[in-house]
């Protein structure tokens, strides 16, 4: 009705909250709030492209490794001399979680694992004065330890190789060595270049028996000749008038002729060393090589530093292998096998057109369900706002881009717009009343603005409520998925503030007067429908209220089928097999085994090329036996990722040893977060390492034969047979021979005496003392190995050894001071039951007495995330609560709305089971963000109810009325949701990590939709009528 403008204007006072107090200074400065959020606008897309990119967010957890190598020393005497030590010093530093030890021949390495929140600095100081305390007391000759990160695996980021069938291997090496690994150790964030195959250049001095025997020259004469030439020495300083002149000793022998010419002590006077040695370069010994479709070449593995962009340096890599290709030698060619950052790249992009995808569907669902463009465009203009704002809180946290913030902002996409669209729904609402009233419009607008203000509110801190535990997560899941609640809540705050800031200002500048957001005509035949089944809803609300709680019911029982795994499956369009034969082995019947390996895995139609390293690199984090090999796989580009698969397992199947299939980077993952790459492995301590060796066969039958269980391989290998050179006591006591000289003359006699070693520029050449050894050196032959002692007089070995045949540790491995072995077991489906299944069988085994029995790998950093997840869910239902309590001041509707989630929660498990995934981190995420949804979306209809009472609608009626007021905006909420959610749900490239997660939502959604449609207003009609209404809404 129009008002009588001859009747004296009554001025009624109007409170005046603090809100309203705020939209009443803001909107008079909208000017301002328009300037501020362009230029919020520009330094969100600023920030957005300049963010530092990656595949996952950084793993590195604060476990250090500590490499001791001590050449010609067996695994027994470095166990003793060199691993108990260390692991005794390291062992009682504050903040240790596990020591582990593995002993191999020449090399120990320890890993220290530090509890998740220690400092990675303040651990590595620690080691290191720990360190200095022991390195004293080890055997003479062991090198210096070298401390690295454990986790460095996760940071491998490119395979090269340089290849030249025809080309000399020691030419392949010394051009990797001199030219190739310094230029690219030079790249921006590279940490080192690990170098394996080819064959190393060496300084062979063969030591020809007879004129040994002859001139007495004995084998520390030689190395004591060689050590004094191995620099030129500085001489002081020649001045000359008014200059200064440098002065040296030219004593360094570099070429194999200066060598000849070095003088040693021999028994009959001074010989040259070219008098009773043969001098000449030669391969070193090695103890690892690489092939590449079947051709031996030299590998380069580049591993990034931590801290640096993945992108960034594999493009600085790129750029620095094209500059070498242009200067390679004729025949040689430079091929990158296996790029990290391409994968990046392309998991990277898959997300972001997931982000933008589930954008378009949202501004879709907005414009089709607002049934007005400009006022969905009002509402749209939040979501490029917060979605690149989100990026300077992340800059300034310390996050990149990567998959889980990439795809936390997907997940907010749909979630980010509710706020806004409650906002523009009533300013248009209002404006739509107001429009025949004489009140000043900005006058209506901040009313209206101050009205929805307290549900938004408590709407969104709903949402953060549940991700904001995520962020105080440890261990490898905290560092995966504290970044996408990061993204979840940076976003979500900005569009809180964009609501009560931008998008009433944007309302009052461009609705026009008299708009409305009239319903679209399928929303009010929606509404027809809805009508009905609401109040048959109502009037049977016993059997709406069993129907409800009955669907919960097998959802339980499925929550149990489901299984449980770590991390779902990444897509890498490659496969790593880790191969191991037998421990006895030597480095070319490793290769000839894996030869068949390699040519029937390229044989597969679909494989582009077969990558392998067998053995280990002079410098790595992997000290691996030389009996292990690395196989990389690689996909030709359209493949049947499937197939492929399928025949890869065949493959390593048929083989007479045992292989073990994943991927490279699930396979770096795994290791860095268990220290090893078994989904299960089953930890035996004993002293006694044969009594439980002996066990194995049984034990590997018995748990092969579980359900889930793919293979079970024993992760330390059998001991290989040695010869022992046992000391004849009496004939070293009569004719003088120390003992070590007997030693360091088998070594010279066996792998060479390692002498010092001289620099070709950065090309490292060993000087290798050595007997001849054609290949077929025996204990027979070895008995004939001159010993010549200090006073020229020479013996046969044989006067003062005996050898016996025993048999070695190759391998030993110890964890918490003890002892241990373990089986690796690859799971397929559900690991944590498989882990239960294991469990009880290893309870109904008799094991070798003073047994025990552990389980490790992926399934203790599952268990520690659910036991950290469930934590965090406790942690998000308390705040939830609270916060509902706070919006609804009754315990009874607090619980009304909780009622929601056992049927979101119903319709998320029953997805999660149609779609053939486990509980794993992702989904679990999944489950707590639809928490947060589907209490918004029932706390909204109950508080509309609620305000409706206030203003004397009785109870019943205000019920259906805010029922049916629900519909649209639910739709919207739930359809920008699921649709934002859509690329997800099906795997855009790259958001396999989210997939699970998009899937729990969208089906939890689905049915929380349903129930708070349906369902919920019969449990709020059952407890929240006030006393005395009927049915009908009558006292």
Known sequence: MATDPNLPAVH?????????????????????????????????????????????????????????????????????????????????????????????????????????????????????ERLSGVVGAFPAGTRPPLMTSASGRLQELMEIVLEGEKVDPMRLRDHTDQVLAPRLQAVPGVARVERLGGQERSLQ????????????????????????????????????????????????????????????????????LGEVAEIREAPAFRRGLARHDGHEDVSLRIVKQPTAATLDVAEGVRGAVAELRKGLPEGMRLETIYDQGRLVTGALD?????????????????????????????????????????????????????????????????????????????????????????EPRRVALTRAAAEVSAPILIAVLVILAVFIPLLSMGGIAGKLYAPLAMAVA?????????????????????????????????????????????EWALRHGPTVRVAALALTVPSIWLAFRLGTNFLPTLDERAFMLLSKVPAESSLE????????????????????????????????????????????????????????????????EAMPFPVEVNTPMQERIAEGIGGTPADIQVKLFNRDLEAVRGAIPALR????????????????????????????????????????????????ALQ????????????????????????????????????????????????VVRFAEASTPTLVRRESAQRRIG???????????????????????????????????????????QRRLGLAIAAALSLVMGLLYLALKRWKEVFVVVATLPDAFAGALFALWLAGETWNISSIVGMIGLFGVAVQNSLVLITQAKDLMAKGVPFQEALREASLGRVRPKLMTAGAAILGLMPMLFGFGGSELERPLAIAMVGGLVTSTLFTLLALPSFYAWVGRPKGEGVGGQR
């Open 701 to 748: 039958e018995r748990l092969s034969g579980l359900e889930g269980v793919r293979s079970v391989t024993a992760d330390t290998p059998d001991p290989m047979p040695r010869w022992r050179a046992v000391l004849d006591e009496e004939a070293l006591r009569r004719l003088g021979v120390p003992r070590t000289l007997v030693a360091r003359t088998l070594q010279a």
């Open 205 to 272: 001095i063969t030591l020809i028996p007879e004129k040994v025997r002859f001139l007495g020259v004995g084998l520390d004469r030689v190395m004591t000749a060689l050590e004094q030439s191995n620099q030129d020495l500085a001489a002081g300083v020649l001045e000359i008038q008014d200059k200064g002149w440098f002065m040296t000793v030219g004593n360094l022998a570099a070429t194999p002729e200066e060598v000849r010419q070095l003088p040693v002590q021999a028994a009959k006077g001074i010989v040259t």
């Open 12 to 128: 009624v006072p109007e409170h005046r909250t603090p809100i309203r107090r705020w939209f009443d200074w803001l909107l008079p400065r909208r000017g301002w709030v328009f300037a501020l959020s362009i230029l919020w606008g520009l330094a969100g897309v600023f920030t957005f492209l300049g963010l530092k990119r990656d595949l996952f967010p950084d793993m590195s957890l604060p476990v250090l490794s500590v490499l001791i190598q001590s050449p010609g020393r067996a695994t027994p005497e470095l166990e003793l001399s060199v691993a108990q030590p260390t692991e005794q010093a390291l062992g009682g530093m504050p903040g240790v979680r596990r020591v582990n030890a593995v002993v191999l021949p020449e090399l120990v390495q320890v890993v220290v694992t530090f509890e998740g929140d220690t400092d990675p600095w303040r651990a590595r100081q620690l080691v290191a």
């Open 490 to 534: 940076s976003a979500m705050t900005i569009s809180l503030v964009l609501t009560f800031t931008l998008v009433p200002a944007l309302v009052e500048r461009f609705l026009p007067p008299g708009s409305s957001l009239e319903e679209p005509r399928f929303v009010t035949a929606l509404k027809g429908i809805y009508r009905p089944a609401l």
């Open 589 to 652: 019947a490793v290769d000839q085994a894996n030869v068949h390996l390699d040519a029937r895995l390229k044989a597969i139609p679909g494989v582009q090329s077969v990558y392998r390293r067998s053995g280990r690199a002079e410098v790595t984090e992997d000290p691996c036996p030389i009996t292990d090999s690395e196989v990389m796989v690689i996909l030709a580009p359209g493949a049947d990722e499937r197939g492929v698969a399928r025949e890869v397992l065949e493959a390593a």
């Open 350 to 438: 898959g997300v972001t057109l997931a982000l933008l995808v589930g954008g378009v569907f949202v501004a879709l669902v907005l414009v089709l369900l607002l049934g007005n463009a400009r006022g969905a465009t009002l509402v749209l203009a939040v979501l490029p706002l917060a979605t690149f704002g989100a990026a300077i809180p992340l800059h300034f946290s310390g996050l990149g881009l990567n998959a889980m913030t990439l795809g936390g902002l997907a997940i907010s996409v749909g979630l980010l717009v509710d706020a806004s669209v409650i906002m523009v729904e009533n300013l248009a609402h209002r404006l739509h009343e107001h429009r025949e009233r004489v």
């Open 823 to 865: 089986l690796n077991i690859r799971t397929s489906g559900d690991l944590g039951g498989t882990a239960r299944r294991i469990e009880k069988a290893m309870a109904g085994l008799r094991l070798p007495e003073g047994t025990s029995v552990q389980l490790g790998g992926k399934i203790e950093e599952a268990r520690e995330t």
């Open 752 to 799: 060479g005496l390692e002498s010092e070693v001289r620099f070709d520029g950065p090309q490292r050449i060993e000087r290798v003392v050595r007997f001849p050894n054609d290949g077929r050196v025996s204990p027979e032959t070895l008995k004939d190995t001159p010993l010549v002692l200090e006073d020229g007089r020479a013996l046969n070995l044989g006067q």
